[in-house]
């Protein structure tokens, strides 16, 4: 299968400050990237819909301001956690899709964020 | 809505032993079912999907799981359990056109093998 990829796989920040996690889809072109956040021995929530150029599109509940998400490239989609707070640890997981509804959307590692 | 229940967040064999690994879900429109593996440190991978066409899918590394309406269940199953199979999985529903779109993940079952 096509391989996406996640920077950093971990990551530790103050209070505060903003956390910038990088997905990029290494040998396909992602025209749909998705951002999953997973709470400790809960379920993958879907966070947010983005396709190449276009703002994303969010779940209901997910406040857009605090979890920006980019996708300026066919390669590259960024989800920044702005003013991080401690309930904001989590993993966070996105997958990718290089062609229509039916493709296969491929996942990442994941990152996990502790905030202290 | 739609809803994935995953009985049994941990599940240990033996080695050679079946594997049976839960789901059941809800969904208001005829679904699309997924099962992921989950390897330590590792992306999700998918073992299989069901899209209506045959009852009972077959997928990689010789897990299979059959389609029941009447129990809405997605039962994930291998005959003989190899050490390299111990992961977290997870099974999950869609009911978009083509399945991948909004995934609605279960909590997942980490499944041990011991020799």
């Known amino acids: 299968g096509a391989v996406v990829s996640q920077h950093p796989s971990w990551v530790i920040c103050k209070s505060g400050t903003s956390v910038k996690i990088e997905c990029r889809s290494l040998?396909?072109?992602?025209?749909?990237m998705f951002w999953y956040r997973q709470f400790p021995k809960q379920s993958l929530m879907l966070m947010a819909t983005?396709?190449?150029?276009?703002?994303?599109?969010?779940e209901q509940g997910v406040e857009k301001d605090k979890f920006l998400i980019n996708h300026a490239s066919l390669t590259l989609s960024t989800l920044t956690v702005t003013s991080a707070h401690p309930e904001d640890s989590s993993f966070y997981i996105c997958?990718?899709?290089?062609?229509?509804?039916?493709?296969?959307?491929?996942f990442g590692q994941g990152t996990r964020l502790t905030v202290v | 809505a739609q809803s994935v229940t995953q009985l049994g967040s941990h599940v240990s064999v033996s080695e050679g032993a079946l594997v049976l690994l839960r789901c059941n879900y809800s969904?208001?429109?005829?679904?699309?079912l997924f099962w992921y593996v989950q390897y330590p440190n590792q992306g999700l991978q998918l073992l299989l999907k069901?899209?209506?066409?045959?009852?009972l899918v077959k997928g990689i590394n010789g897990f299979e799981a059959e389609f029941k309406k009447s129990e809405t269940s997605f039962h994930l199953t291998k005959p003989s359990a190899h050490m390299s199979d111990a992961a977290e999985y997870f099974c999950?529903?869609?009911?978009?056109?083509?399945?991948?779109?909004?995934?609605?993940f279960g909590a997942g079952t980490r499944l041990a093998v011991h020799p």
């Open positions: 983005s396709n190449e150029g276009s703002k994303a599109t969010y």
């Open positions: 969904s208001s429109v005829p679904p699309y």
């Open positions: 040998d396909f072109q992602a025209t749909t």
């Open positions: 999950a529903v869609s009911d978009q056109p083509g399945g991948y779109n909004k995934l609605i």
């Open positions: 997958s990718a899709r290089g062609g229509g509804t039916n493709t296969e959307a491929f």
């Open positions: 069901y899209t209506s066409a045959a009852t």
